[in-house]
C-alpha cells in the first residue's frame, strides 16, 4: 500500500496539495471519546472530499496520544468505577460503557467518598490531595490501562476505517488509519490527535 508515493509531499501542509483555504494537519481527539464529534465528522468530511477530487493524493491518518496522561485519565476512571460499585452492589457495568456513564464521570477526586475509597486500596489512613488519589489509581490500575488504551485505540481506528472505506466509499489505496509506534507513543507529548499524512502518487498520468 502506498508505494511509488512522493514522500517530500508528506510534510506540506494540507491546504497546499487541495484547492481548500486550509491549516490543517491533524484532527484533534480526546482518546476517551466514544465516538466522533459533529465537529470532528465535518473535518473528515473534507479529507474525504478531498481524496474523491485527488485521485493522485493518498492520506494516512495516524491516531496519536499523550501516554501518561490518557493511562493516569483511564486509571482514576477505573477507580471511580469500583469505588461507584462498591456503593452499588446491584449494578453491573460491563465491557468500556461505564467510561460514559455521566454519574461515575461526576465524581470528583476531592469526594471523600473516593479519597476514603483509594485510602483503603493502598492502605493508607488519609489522603491529601487530588494528585494523592490520581497516584493511587494509577498504582492499582495502570497495568490495566495500558490494556485499555490499546482496546480504545483499535476501536476508535476501526470506527475511522468503517467510516472512510464502507460509507464513503474510498479504496484503502488512497487513505490509511493507523496509530503511533509503542516507542514512540510514550514519549509524545503533543495533544492527542488524528495527524495527517500526505503524499502524491508519482507518476500518475
Do not use: W
Amino acid at each position: 500500500m502506498f508505494s511509488n508515493l512522493l514522500t517530500k509531499a508528506a510534510s506540506s501542509p494540507f491546504h497546499l496539495l487541495t484547492d481548500e483555504d486550509s491549516n490543517l494537519k491533524y484532527i484533534p481527539f480526546d482518546p476517551l471519546q466514544f465516538d466522533f464529534s459533529p465537529e470532528q465528522y465535518v473535518m473528515i468530511d473534507n479529507v474525504v472530499a478531498t481524496l474523491q477530487s485527488r485521485s493522485d493524493m493518498a492520506i494516512v491518518l495516524e491516531e496519536q496520544v499523550q501516554y501518561e496522561e490518557v493511562v493516569e485519565q483511564l486509571s482514576v476512571m477505573q477507580l471511580k468505577r469500583d469505588y461507584y460499585l462498591s456503593q452499588h452492589p446491584e449494578l453491573k457495568l460491563s465491557d468500556l460503557y461505564f467510561m460514559i456513564d455521566e454519574t461515575i464521570r461526576a465524581i470528583k477526586l476531592n469526594d471523600k467518598g473516593l479519597c476514603d475509597y483509594a485510602a483503603e486500596c493502598s492502605n493508607k489512613k488519609r489522603l491529601h490531595s487530588k494528585k494523592d488519589v490520581a497516584s493511587v489509581a494509577c498504582a492499582v490500575y495502570r497495568d490495566k490501562s495500558e490494556k485499555l488504551l490499546a482496546q480504545l485505540m483499535e476501536r476508535h481506528n476501526q470506527m475511522l476505517s468503517d467510516y472512510l472505506l464502507n460509507v464513503n466509499g474510498l479504496d484503502t489505496a488512497q487513505i490509511s488509519v493507523t496509530m503511533i509506534d509503542a516507542c514512540l507513543m510514550k514519549a509524545f507529548a503533543k495533544s492527542s490527535r488524528y495527524e495527517m499524512h500526505v503524499f502524491t502518487y508519482e507518476d500518475m498520468e
